[in-house]
C-alpha cells in the first residue's frame, strides 16, 4: 500500500522528519517494517501550507522518494507548521504523478494508505455519486482521489469527521451490492490548513498501522540527552504510519476504528464506526 505522515506545530524544515529520523518517511519507502509492502517506490507527493494562510502547494514525483534530490532541497529549505507526506505503493493504478498523494481542493489536503477492493468493479458507480461540480478536479486514476472527492460531496467541509463518514459508508454501500463484503480498508488524513483529522477504519476491522507522536516535553523530559528532540517545540505533534524512531513511549497506536483531531490544544480520539 503506503505510507505517510502528517505534522502540525511550531514550523520547522520538513527534512527534519521526512529525511533526517532515525526511521524517515524516505527510509520507509525503502524499509517498511510495518507495511503491506517492504518497499514504497512508485512515485510520492508532498504538501504543505505556506505559513501566509494561503492554500497548500504541493510536489509530487514519479521518482522512488530515496531517488530524488528536488525532495531533498525542498524540504531542507522550507519552513512549515502544517504539512503531509506520502510514499506510494501502487496497487493497480498507474504511475503518475496524477496518482501521488496528497490530494488537494482548495484550501483541503487528503492522502490515504489503503485500498477500496476491487475498485475498478466499483469505480463507476462511485465516481458517478460526486458532484458533478467536483468530477473535474478527479485528474489520476486512483480510487483514493474518488474516496476524497466523495468525502467533499457528502459534506467534508462542513464537517469532515461525517463527510469521511458518509463516503465510508457509501463504499460499504456500493461494495455490498456488488458482492464485495469488506470493500474499504485504510488510514486517511484530512487538513483544513487549521487542524488535521485522521482516521483508521477498515469494514474488516484489521486497518493498517497509524500512530501519532507522545508530548514533546514529556518526552525531552523522559530523554534529556536525545538532542534531536530538542528541534521540536511543544506544540509539535506527529501522525504516522509506522514510528520513526525506536525511543520506547515516542509513538502511540491510534486504536482501531478511530478518528483523530489534532489542533491547538492537542489530540483528541473518538470512536469513528460508520453504520453498516
Not at 167 to 178: C, L, P, Q, S, T
Not at 218 to 223: F, G, I, K, R, S
Amino acid at each position: 500500500m503506503c505510507r505517510w505522515l502528517a505534522y502540525s506545530g511550531e514550523a520547522l524544515r520538513p527534512a527534519t522528519v521526512v529525511l533526517d529520523s532515525q526511521h524517515s518517511l524516505v527510509a520507509q519507502s525503502l524499509r517498511s517494517a510495518l507495511g503491506a509492502e517492504t518497499v514504497n517506490g512508485d512515485g510520492f507527493g508532498f504538501g504543505w501550507y505556506p505559513d501566509d494562510g494561503s492554500e497548500p502547494a504541493l510536489f509530487h514525483s514519479t521518482e522512488p522518494a530515496w531517488n530524488d534530490r528536488n525532495l531533498r532541497e525542498l524540504t531542507r529549505s522550507i519552513r512549515s507548521s502544517l504539512f503531509f507526506s506520502h510514499v506510494r505503493a501502487a496497487t493497480w493504478a498507474p504511475v503518475q504523478q496524477t496518482n501521488c498523494h496528497p490530494f488537494r481542493y482548495e484550501n483541503w489536503m487528503f492522502m490515504h494508505n489503503g485500498s477500496i477492493a476491487q475498485f475498478p468493479t466499483l469505480k463507476r458507480d462511485l465516481t458517478f455519486a460526486v458532484d458533478p461540480s467536483l468530477y473535474p478536479h478527479i485528474l489520476g486514476s486512483t480510487d483514493s482521489e474518488v474516496l476524497f472527492h466523495l468525502a467533499l460531496t457528502l459534506g467534508l467541509q462542513d464537517d469532515p469527521v461525517a463527510g469521511v463518514g458518509a463516503a465510508i459508508r457509501h463504499v460499504e454501500d456500493v461494495g455490498r451490492d456488488h458482492g464485495v463484503p469488506s470493500p474499504m480498508q485504510g488510514t486517511v488524513a484530512v487538513s483544513d490548513g487549521a487542524t488535521v483529522w485522521a482516521f483508521r477504519y477498515s469494514s474488516e476491522r484489521r486497518t493498517r498501522t497509524l500512530f501519532h507522536s507522545a508530548d514533546v516535553q514529556t518526552l525531552q523530559a523522559m530523554y534529556p540527552d536525545a538532542e534531536r528532540l530538542k528541534l521540536f517545540g511543544p506544540r509539535a505533534r506527529l501522525i504516522v504510519s509506522e514510528p520513526l524512531n525506536d525511543l520506547p513511549g515516542a509513538f502511540i497506536e491510534v486504536p482501531e476504528s478511530t478518528v483523530l483531531r489534532v489542533d491547538s490544544s492537542g489530540y483528541h480520539h473518538s470512536p469513528f464506526l460508520p453504520e453498516s
